[in-house]
């Protein structure tokens, strides 16, 4: 299991950006596919962007244009960077790693190890 923490989550208003860091525990994050995924209070944990080994990139309809995932293998860190922020992308913003390559990147069951969160809120 790996261990991650998310940063760089907080309060801005609409149109902003920010970017959201995952750094990971151990040494072999480069064999991992990373996800983000996102949790709005009473809804579903929702797939926002993944990327693989390779650096091959899955983005959500809905962040399609505006966010855009990332990975420094030298840094054990994966990238999560959001831009023209909409209200309703307020949610906690997780990171987890998947490491079986057969495995879908939309499906939260896929992935094994989660970062504990952090809150994004977007004002209007």
């Known amino acids: 299991q790996v261990q991650l923490v998310e940063s760089g989550g907080g309060l801005v208003q609409a149109g902003g950006s920010l970017r959201l860091s995952c750094a990971a525990s151990?040494?072999?994050?480069?064999?991992?596919?990373m996800g983000w995924f996102r949790q709005a209070p009473g809804k579903e944990r929702e797939f926002v962007a993944a990327?693989?080994?390779?650096?091959?990139?899955t983005t959500a309809d809905s962040v399609k244009g505006r966010f855009t995932i990332s990975r420094d293998n030298a840094k054990n860190t994966v990238y999560l960077q959001m831009n023209s922020l909409k209200p309703e992308d307020t949610a906690v913003y997780y990171c987890?790693?998947?490491?079986?390559?057969?495995?879908?990147?939309?499906?939260?069951?896929?992935?094994?190890?989660w970062g504990q969160g952090t809150q994004v809120t977007v004002s209007s």
């Open positions: 990327i693989s080994t390779s650096g091959g990139k």
């Open positions: 987890a790693t998947k490491a079986m390559a057969w495995a879908s990147p939309l499906r939260a069951d896929s992935y094994g190890s």
């Open positions: 151990g040494r072999t994050f480069s064999s991992y596919a």
